[in-house]
């Protein structure tokens, strides 16, 4: 079965500095992969995305996030923090076979300080 | 275009009682996937509809079922509820291929 680790559960960042979060994924085959964020109460957005081609994609708000085969992770990266991005960031991975059917990390809450 | 819409917002109800949560998918879609996502932990895959018809389950009981309708809205049932059900219950729909879904705010259950 897939699983997806998510090895910080708490990240604290100052803001401006830069932002590394880790994901880690198993998996017999190159799943799709995905970032979302989570703001209190709320529900996940979008952050990017990664399919095939390009190991390295953009996405909204600034981020970034690097796909090693080799490594079995789908690191999220972003190079200046504002104090907006507090929020939980969550990696998950689909099956390409079974579209739609997501398995999430458990999460790492971001806390930025001023 | 309208997002993915998810009523009530919120939600209290008492052991063995049952609930229903309410689903709109994004214009154009037409699979919708329910998770559960308990406190500190990331959402879980209940199941999935596609054109109607469960798509896939995810490992939760019977008592949760499904249903979606021919505008692809869709609801959650949920039986004779448990204090353990209390989550927050998000909905997602997918357009075509699927592998990009779309979240709604959630419905928070609380069971007592």
């Known amino acids: 079965a897939q699983s997806v680790t998510q090895p910080d559960i708490h990240i604290t960042v100052s803001e401006g500095a830069s932002l590394e979060l880790r994901c880690n994924y198993s998996?017999?085959?190159?799943?799709?992969l995905f970032w979302y964020v989570q703001s209190p109460g709320q529900g996940l957005q979008l952050l990017l995305k990664y399919f095939s081609g390009d190991t390295l994609v953009q996405g909204i708000k600034g981020f970034e996030a690097e796909f090693k085969r080799s490594q079995s992770s789908f690191n999220l990266r972003k190079p200046s923090v504002h104090w907006s991005d507090a929020a939980e960031y969550f990696c998950?991975?689909?099956?390409?076979?079974?579209?739609?059917?997501?398995?999430f990390g458990d999460g790492t809450t971001l806390t930025v300080k001023p | 275009e309208t997002g993915v819409t998810q009523s009530p917002t919120h939600l209290i109800k008492t052991r063995g009682q049952q609930v229903t949560l309410r689903c709109s998918s994004q214009s154009g879609h037409n699979t919708v996937s329910w998770y559960q996502q308990a406190l500190g932990q990331g959402p879980q895959f209940i199941f999935q509809?596609?054109?109607?018809?469960?798509?896939g389950r995810g490992n939760f009981p019977p008592r949760f079922s499904g249903l979606q309708f021919p505008n692809y809205s869709s609801e959650l049932n949920v039986n004779a509820l448990e204090l353990d059900d209390s989550a927050l219950y998000l909905c997602?729909?997918?357009?075509?291929?699927?592998?990009?879904?779309?979240f709604g705010p959630g419905t928070r259950l609380l069971v007592l």
């Open positions: 997602a729909s997918s357009g075509v291929g699927g592998e990009t879904q779309y």
């Open positions: 509809y596609y054109r109607e018809e469960e798509n």
């Open positions: 998950a991975v689909v099956q390409n076979t079974n579209a739609g059917k997501s398995t």
């Open positions: 998996y017999g085959a190159t799943p799709y």
